[in-house]
């Protein structure tokens, strides 16, 4: 614990003690008079936006459970693209909804995965001693020791001979995967191209599709050919050796899962009616633009989603971990006070599937 804390140790009725703990320079000089039980969390804080060394750990308050909240002891998060750009506050129109000068959420962490130590008085879905996991993108919290989030969230109940280091990766990239499968209405036996499938949302969306019963052709570098195969993928092509844009088969739907591609560069790929998604907004927005252009002619498409805020995609996913489905691909794990390093890693581009981070 901290050189900073003081702590003030009070006797009760009973002869036994309440411990209360105060953050040093914002403590009151006096004796706390009341017996409120005060404890303090490790959790990574970020005060301002900018690289991946704004990111400190420090010791918080440990929140607690609303009325309608469970508190979760995290066991295991991420740290994932969505993270680096609500750090870094880009691109500039997160801000609108982030904090325009400085972020309004100081705690990051997205998806987490752990143990229900607390629930409200009104929480009857969930008791103490629950492993669960989930996304909480908007409220965030999960770089820390413990977050509370509301019970009606996009929580699932982990499966019985999951870890919670592979729980954790189970819902970010796999909900941007799903949000684009399911708006592109991919069903068995469409062909489907994957671009970038060695990405969380490349590795998520491949065995996905799978699950769906498309036909994957999935493209990714040289070295990670025989991995994406193990995915699932009925067939690899190797950006690095083969233009896949030349390819001669046609497809229901091609999804650049990292957004190195463009509508242009990709149309001839498509069926006459096939689709095109990325998972970036691309140059100048050009993406979420077409998308309200090119849907207004018959022929092929783009389409731009941003999945939405669907508890049941969540607990559809951790039902394919289950039914062995889908395996979230875990590249490293770093130790919580290890975060930066982490977050340095993450945006070289080059993770292979996700990142976690063990609390
Ligand atoms: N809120 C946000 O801002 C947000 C959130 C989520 C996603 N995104 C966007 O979605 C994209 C994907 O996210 P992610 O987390 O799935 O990515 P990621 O895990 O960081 O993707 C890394 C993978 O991309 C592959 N890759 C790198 N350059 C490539 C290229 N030129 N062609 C094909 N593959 C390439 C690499 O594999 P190889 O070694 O095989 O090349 C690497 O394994 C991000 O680029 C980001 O733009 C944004």
């Known amino acids: 614990m901290s050189d900073r804390i003081r702590v003030w140790v009070l006797p009760d009725k009973a002869g036994s003690h309440t411990w209360v703990f105060f953050d040093g320079p914002t403590a009151s000089t006096a004796p706390p008079t009341t017996r409120t039980l005060l404890l303090l969390m490790k959790a ?41 750009g609500y750090r870094g506050g880009t691109p500039l129109l ?31 879905s969930h008791r103490p001693g629950d492993r669960v996991c989930g996304y909480c993108e908007g409220t965030f919290g999960a770089h820390a020791e413990y977050m509370t989030i509301r019970a009606n969230r996009l929580i699932a109940r982990i499966p019985g001979d999951s870890s919670f280091e592979e729980a954790a990766p189970s819902t970010e990239g796999s909900h941007y995967a799903l949000g684009m499968l399911r708006r592109a209405g991919i069903q068995e036996g469409d062909e ?77 790929l498509l069926k006459p009616r096939g689709i095109y998604t990325s998972s970036d907004v691309g140059l100048f927005w050009h993406g979420p633009m077409l998308a309200l252009i090119t849907p207004l002619f018959r022929g092929r498409k783009l389409i731009f989603v941003v999945p939405r805020d669907d508890p049941e995609a969540i607990r559809y996913l951790v039902g394919l971990i289950e039914s062995g489905e889908f395996k979230p691909v875990i590249d490293r794990r770093y130790p919580l006070d290890q975060i930066v390093e982490a977050y340095q890693y993450v945006e070289t581009g080059q993770k292979v599937g996700n990142v976690v981070i063990t609390v």
């Open 44 to 84: 990574a804080v970020s005060t301002s936006y900018g690289p991946p060394q704004v990111v400190r750990l420090q010791e918080v308050d440990k929140p607690t459970a609303g009325d309608d909240e469970l508190l979760i002891k995290v066991r295991a998060t991420t740290v994932n693209r969505t993270d680096c």
């Open 94 to 124: 997160i801000r609108l909804f982030s904090g325009l000068r400085r972020p309004k959420a100081t705690m990051l962490g997205t998806e987490f995965a752990g143990e229900v130590e607390a629930v409200g008085a009104e929480v009857t």
């Open 192 to 268: 489907v191209l994957i671009y970038g499938a060695t990405g969380a949302i490349g590795s998520a969306a491949v065995q996905i599709a799978k699950s769906l019963g498309a036909h994957v052709t999935a493209v990714c570098g040289t070295a990670h050919v025989a991995l994406v195969e193990g995915l699932g993928a009925d067939r690899v092509v190797d950006y690095q050796t083969t233009d896949f844009t030349k390819d001669e088969q046609k497809y229901n739907l091609v999804l650049d899962a990292v957004g190195k591609s463009s509508f242009r560069r990709c149309r001839r």
